[in-house]
């Protein structure tokens, strides 16, 4: 005796994005954690050696996290004003950072009281950094100069006043002591040389700089500004190299995957966007609750610590690698569940006698009530709410199920007006779809049949069959329309095709249809892998 | 033209089994059937068969238990004979010649040498009214007996076996025709019949299908067109008999039977689900749902513990009585179609054609017996007349057998064309098709061909569909398109090729996979598979092209086709011209995958004729006329599994592979020469298969580790008694006797060696004197016991229950002796 064959149900290719490796890779994060600062963070900065705390610059404090830690390990609260641009030296002892007040402070990471203040500049000063000799210090200000310090007497060495607006991103050179570039509100970048006196390369990106990034070999320079992220061909005079339009507000921070093969923005419309460094497509997407300030990431990509605007800092951290299996594994488990496998997976000992239990085939509830021929039942069950909406596969898989059997009608027949409205309202949700719409246009034909006598006696179901007919006439005009585009494609393909000679005995030609439009412009068969 | 004497043409297995009802032996170790023009013995638990009992010479048309004895059965036939065989050791005792066709046969105890036969009427000319005949059996000693003393018992009866059957112990016979039941009383020699009308007011048909008797109540039960049952009762009387109806079955009742205590009431029908009633409890019944396809025949083995269902599929299922399947005989299974063709699948070298409905068969052509059934479609069978099913139009083998494509179609009056493409991978751990992929609407019309690329040193494996939407495409297996880890490779379409709109009709890779040939319509198309260019296009005006093939080999640059209008041509590949050509009708061509050869079955005057010839020579190698009648349309060449070594020139082109071919009713046909036959023939005889358990590999393997696990427990004493069964009793008496009371071993010794060393020579006469010495042995043992009860029981009941005594005089009075001291010293030592 053959058991009760299920409902086959087809599985149709998804329509939503595809897993590419990438998506696996940026979605390994966990939850992420969430601190509440003193105001919007503008920046975080991660120290280059271990343990990798990271400064997070908020209001007029700078607070310095562990890798782990919730709580902050260190605060520097010796402000006056909003603190701008917290960052690390690269041995991680020292820390500099402006203030709204126009004085610049660097601190020993151990220390609380500044060790030296840089006073020279008339305005806030938003941008600083340490030069590669570890010496110097580089400044950019809103009195649209920026400076060069000495570190071990608090001199000014040099003067750049060429932006003409305030100065808010600059980077200093990781390969050579005298080079730093800056970015301005004047919609330049320009490239600086300590041992000249005057900016060697400008750029122009056309918005307001907000921030600038060099590659690690610093042979390409990315910059945001506007909407638009740019990358520069540096070794090639500042030549342009693409333009990147993927946000649809300010980007605000930029920031490069460890192993430099990512490239993230992030910006004012709450998104993180991940892109390839060699086409410069985007391959992932990361959504947060407010718009964006600041951003880093962690080396080795271990976190992504973001900054936004409602002063909440959001730190992701990695899954380790055992973390990640066993979540998926878990998912199914209820509290239940341990009843239900109790003893299920007992190894037998060598001596035990095994009593063998016939396996019981587990059906759904529409295929119980089709192996009892319960047809209206079962497409009730087929019905449900939630698998209307969520799982459409399903009750089209049993409505076909019962054509097969030749009782559709029998099943669809009697229904109230609530039914009859629930059976409308699926199909005037799932009748144009291409994957569905040979099995549910039998099933409508035969609706109109059936209930053809008691149309007009109810204003639900006269309303839906309205919207049912105004839909299919939509769907007409469109099917129409790309025949027409299939019409006009074919004749150019025809006439840019090379007439081919081919040896033959008789006097026709060839004519090979493409696979390809046909497969852009009407129903594809849907193929799909391993059921 | 060649003389072929010795090549013949055959039938070869896939006979049908479910023609009439099987019968159950009184010991349910056997079932037969009868089987075309003989009757198989089936063991019940092995599903083997064990015998065939070969003599008639016409179709079998019933089976019968001897009454009065049970290992003897009847058969009759359509060739006016009825024979009674012993059906254990297969041999046919008697023939009886009746004279004219027998249609079925029935017989009760209570009737001693009679049995009922049904033949056509002899008085009446026409042919299709029938007569139940009492043959009064003669009791000669011949082998052939006329039986000639016949007397009608009733007239105009059906000539379906189960419109007639015996009630109570033979008291009466009943038997339906159409609407009317006839019940004959023996005693009374009157009969009553109660007629029906023909329709209800419901619209049910109340024709009746089958009769069935309570063996102990007098109720007789009717199983109807439109389902229903009607239970019979007093119907002794004109006027007063009653009837219920029990109402469960959707579509015709077409069997129906009472268990042998006469407790259930046993019926099945299209919806191939056995009913079981509880007589007098009607309301309660037990389901034994979804047995394959429609149950024809239900019978019940005497004792009750087995029933078994023939079912329409040409499968016999034995159910336990707690109403679980426990063995299923399959033939092979014959629809009114093959719509896939036939093929030989490469890895178990079966035949493969589609069987069940939704199901491919794989039969194993040299053991004659079906494999398995693989589900294709998968979807559960709806038992209904009337309803469009799935059915499996196409399949196709790759060359190593590692890949199947099947292709499903469902047709409904209407609607749209559904038709899927599935291929499957063999699964070397289930050794078994597993599903890879589905695809569904591969084209939008019909399917006419599909062919895989036969190349066995290509990478890719390659599939060509060809559809009458006038398309075709071609799959490939693609490298698993996402990250995913569990998705292996899937197949996807790689090209789609199309010539003016034409529609193609069947496709055909060459031999090295280098070439695909697509016939659309008149134009053969010569495409390279490896760039998807179009080579070069032969036609031969003005027919289309109906079968096309690559020769192989050396004959590989040649490509053949037949065409409508009766021409076989020959193309050169090299040359892209017409080589030959030749006007014959042919409605199959094929060629063998191991030689050049080409086989080409020609319809001509209402026979097929065979051609078997190789592309490159104008002389046909073999040619038979009038292989069979009608049109020849599925064959197949099946490799052998060993070579023959055939000689002859007519008959080498069977020494690779064998041609197996469907006649158009649906008979499985082979050609075989007269040298095979005889090697079959002895190879047949040799093999005897246990009755009881198949002598499976596995049988052999668990039956030595058995035999070894009996001897081990046990010591050399019971070993050794198994080669020497004479020294039972001294062995016993040895074993009986408790230890204690045992005299030392090395006393026992000396006797014990002698009593094995009993020759044969001590034979007949001797066992007189034993049993003489037994009767004195006996009183001895009688005053012995009256001091020693306790220990004298065993031994008396193994010395009085001796069958073959065949110890010697000498050895038992030394046992004696040994009992005699023993018993002596042992009460000695109590009172001490």
Redesign the interface.
């Known amino acids: 005796?053959?058991?009760?064959?299920?409902?086959?149900v087809?599985v149709y290719p998804k329509l939503g994005e595809?897993?590419?490796?990438d998506t696996?890779y940026w979605k390994n994060y966990k939850a992420p954690v969430q601190i509440k600062e003193f105001g919007a963070i503008t920046n975080i900065d991660f120290s280059p050696v271990a343990p990798h705390n990271f400064a997070v610059t908020a209001f007029t404090r700078i607070h310095i996290y562990g890798p782990f830690s919730q709580e902050p390990v260190k605060t520097f609260t010796r402000f006056k004003d909003t603190a701008y641009c917290g960052r690390f030296r690269s041995d991680g002892q020292l820390l500099v950072a402006g203030c709204e007040d126009s004085v610049v402070r660097l601190f020993d990471v151990s220390g609380k009281v500044a060790l030296r203040m840089f006073k020279g500049h008339t305005k806030a000063v938003h941008i600083t950094d340490f030069t590669s000799d570890r010496y110097q210090i580089l400044t950019g200000s809103d009195d649209y100069t920026c400076r060069l310090w000495d570190i071990p007497n608090a001199t000014e060495l040099n003067t750049y006043q060429e932006h003409t607006d305030y100065i808010r991103c600059g980077v200093t050179s990781k390969l050579n002591r005298d080079l730093f570039i800056t970015g301005s509100y004047d919609h330049t970048l320009k490239l600086f040389d300590a041992r000249a006196d005057k900016s060697v390369m400008t750029m122009d990106h056309g918005q307001p700089v907000e921030s600038l990034l060099l590659y690690p070999s610093e042979g390409l320079l990315v910059s945001a500004g506007g909407r638009h992220v740019k990358v520069w061909d540096l070794l090639k005079g500042g030549q342009p190299l693409v333009s990147l339009k993927n946000h649809h507000k300010t980007v605000t921070c930029l920031c490069l995957s460890s192993s430099g093969h990512r490239l993230l923005s992030a910006s004012l419309d709450r998104h993180v966007k991940v892109y390839n460094t060699t086409n410069y497509k985007v391959v992932h997407n990361f959504d947060y609750a407010a718009s964006i300030l600041s951003l880093a990431l962690a080396p080795d990509d271990e976190s992504i610590v973001v900054g936004m605007t409602n002063s909440i800092l959001s730190i992701k951290h990695r899954k380790s690698l055992d973390e990640s299996k066993e979540i998926s594994g878990q998912q199914r488990r209820q509290p239940s569940y341990r009843v239900f496998v109790k003893g299920k997976n007992y190894v037998p000992k060598q001596d035990d006698y095994l009593v063998s239990k016939p396996v019981k085939q587990h059906l759904a509830k529409y295929d119980k009530q089709?192996?009892k021929f319960n047809v209206s039942k079962a497409l009730d069950t087929a019905l449900e709410t939630w698998t209307r909406l969520r799982k459409p596969e399903i009750t089209v898989a049993v409505i076909k199920?019962l054509d097969?059997?030749?009782t559709l009608k029998n099943a669809l027949a009697g229904r109230d007006e609530q039914g009859l409205a629930r059976l409308l309202n699926f199909l005037i949700g799932n009748v144009v779809d291409p994957r569905f719409a040979?099995v549910l246009v039998?099933a409508a034909e035969m609706i109109l049949d059936i209930y053809q006598s008691v149309i007009g006696q109810s204003s639900v179901v006269d309303r839906q069959l309205l919207r049912l007919q105004e839909l299919l006439e939509r769907e007409i005009d469109y099917q129409q329309d790309l025949l027409e585009v299939l019409g006009m494609l074919d004749t150019m393909f025809a006439s840019s095709l090379p007439r081919k000679e081919?040896?033959?005995?008789?006097f026709?030609n060839?004519?090979?249809?493409?696979?390809i439009i046909?497969s852009l412009l009407t129903c594809q068969?849907?193929?799909?892998?391993?059921? | 033209m060649v003389e072929h004497g010795d090549i013949r043409v055959v039938h070869r297995g896939g006979s049908k089994i479910n023609f009439r009802e099987p019968v159950i032996t009184h010991d349910s170790r056997y079932l037969l059937c009868a089987s075309g023009e003989c009757v198989k013995v089936f063991s019940t638990s092995t599903e083997e068969c064990i015998h065939d009992l070969r003599g008639h010479t016409g179709l079998v048309t019933g089976v019968l238990l001897k009454p009065s004895n049970h290992l003897q059965v009847y058969s009759c036939s359509a060739d006016g004979t009825v024979r009674l065989w012993d059906y254990t050791d297969g041999i046919l005792i008697k023939t009886y010649v009746i004279g004219c066709p027998v249609y079925s046969i029935c017989a009760s105890a209570n009737h001693e040498g009679v049995i009922f036969i049904v033949t056509p009427m002899l008085s009446d000319k026409r042919s299709d009214l029938f007569q139940l005949v009492a043959v009064d059996l003669p009791q000669s000693g011949d082998q052939l007996v006329e039986a000639r003393e016949l007397s009608a018992v009733l007239s105009d009866v059906s000539s379906n076996p189960a419109a007639i059957v015996f009630g109570r112990g033979g008291e009466y016979i009943a038997s339906a025709n159409g609407l009317h039941l006839e019940v004959y009383f023996f005693k009374k020699q009157k009969s009553y019949r109660f007629s029906l009308k023909e329709d209800n007011k419901k619209g049910g048909k109340n024709t009746v299908t089958c009769v069935a008797c309570h063996p102990k109540d007098d109720c007789i039960a009717t199983g109807h067109e439109d389902g229903k049952i009607r239970l019979w009762r007093n119907f002794n009387h004109k006027k007063e008999y009653t009837y219920s109806t029990l109402h469960w079955h959707h579509s015709a009742v077409s069997s129906l039977c009472f268990t042998p205590e006469g407790t259930n009431l046993l019926s099945g029908g299209m919806e191939s689900v056995l009913v079981q009633w509880r007589y007098n409890q009607e309301s309660e019944r037990d389901f034994?749902?979804?047995?394959?396809s429609a149950i024809t025949h239900i019978t019940v083995s005497p004792d009750g513990a087995l029933f078994c269902t023939s079912h329409s599929d040409n499968k016999i299922t034995i159910i336990q009585s707690c109403v679980k399947?426990s063995a299923v005989i399959q033939g092979l299974v014959k629809g009114e179609s093959v719509r896939t063709d036939m093929m030989v699948d490469p890895r178990s070298k079966s035949l493969v054609l589609n069987g069940k409905p939704g199901h491919l068969q794989f039969y194993s052509l040299p053991r004659d017996k079906l494999l398995y059934n693989l589900?294709i479609v998968?979807?559960?069978y709806?038992h209904?007349s009337?309803?469009e099913?799935?059915e499996v139009v196409k399949a196709a083998f790759d060359a190593s057998g590692s890949w199947l494509a099947t292709v499903e179609e469902?047709k409904q009056k209407d609607?749209?064309l559904e038709l899927n493409l599935k291929l499957w991978a063999f699964d070397e751990q289930t050794q078994s098709f597993v599903?890879?992929?589905?695809?569904?609407?591969?084209h939008e019309a019909r399917i006419t061909a599909m062919c895989f690329c036969h190349a066995t040193d290509s990478q890719t494996t390659m599939l060509v569909s060809t559809s009458k939407d006038g398309?075709f495409k071609a799959w490939q297996l693609g490298a698993?398109?996402?990250?995913?880890a569990?998705?292996?490779p899937?197949?996807?379409?790689d090209?789609?090729?199309?010539?003016?709109g034409l529609v193609p009709e069947c496709c055909c890779f060459s031999a090295d996979g280098s070439l695909l040939a697509v016939s659309f319509q008149e134009?053969v198309t010569v495409w390279s598979p490896a760039s998807?260019e179009?080579?070069?296009?032969?036609?031969q005006p003005p027919k289309a092209v109906r079968d096309l093939c690559f020769g192989r080999l050396s004959c590989s640059k040649y490509l053949l086709g037949t065409t409508a209008n009766n021409l076989l041509c020959c193309w050169n590949l090299l040359t892209?011209s017409l080589e030959w050509s030749t006007s014959m009708d042919i409605s199959l061509l094929l060629a063998d995958p191991l030689t050049e050869n080409m086989a080409a079955f020609c319809c001509q005057a209402g026979s097929t004729d065979l051609f078997v010839f190789k592309p490159s020579e104008p002389r046909p190698v073999f040619s038979q006329k009038a292989v069979c009648s009608g049109k020849v349309t599925r064959a197949v060449f099946a490799p052998r599994e060993e070579m023959l070594e055939s000689c002859e020139e007519s008959s080498q082109w069977l020494n690779h592979s064998q041609l197996y071919f469907l006649t158009p009713y649906m008979d499985l046909m082979t050609f075989t020469t007269k040298a095979e036959e005889d090697r079959l023939m002895a190879s047949s005889k040799q093999l005897v298969i246990d009755d009881s358990v198949a002598m499976t590999p596995f049988y052999l393997l668990l039956g030595k580790h058995r035999q070894q696990e009996d001897a081990d427990p046990l010591s050399g004493l019971s070993a050794e008694r198994r080669p020497l069964p004479q020294c039972s009793v001294a062995i016993k008496e040895l074993l009986q006797t408790p230890a204690h009371v045992l005299p030392s071993t090395s006393f026992l010794c000396s006797m014990f060696v002698q009593s094995l060393l009993i020759s044969v020579t001590n034979g007949r006469e001797e066992t007189k004197h034993v049993e003489e010495e037994m009767e004195s042995e006996k009183e001895e043992e009688d005053s012995e016991g009256e001091m020693e009860s306790s220990t004298q029981r065993p031994e008396q009941a193994s010395l009085g229950g001796q069958a073959a005594p065949a110890l010697t005089k000498a050895q038992l009075r030394e046992l004696k002796r040994v009992k005699k001291l023993d018993h002596s010293w042992f009460p000695g030592l109590l009172h001490s």
């Not at chain 1, 005796?1 to 086959?8: C, G, N």
């Not at chain 1, 068969?525 to 059921?531: D, E, L």
């Not at chain 2, 034994?288 to 394959?292: A, C, D, H, S, V």
């Not at chain 2, 179009?534 to 036609?539: E, F, H």
Request: charged letters at 20%; proline letters at 7%; glycine letters at 6%.
């Open positions: 005796m053959a058991s009760f064959k299920p409902t086959k087809q595809k897993v590419t490796q696996l089709l192996k199920e097969r059997r030749g040979p039998t081919v040896p033959s005995l008789d026709f060839v004519s090979v249809s493409y696979d046909d068969p849907w193929s799909n892998g391993k059921m | 034994l749902p979804r047995l394959g399947v589900d998968q979807q559960e709806i209904e009337g309803l099913q799935f469902r609607a749209e599903l890879n992929t589905t695809i569904s609407a591969p398309h698993p398109a996402h990250t995913e569990d998705e292996g899937s197949w996807s379409c090209f789609v090729g199309a010539y003016h134009v998807w179009l080579l070069t296009t032969l036609s892209c």
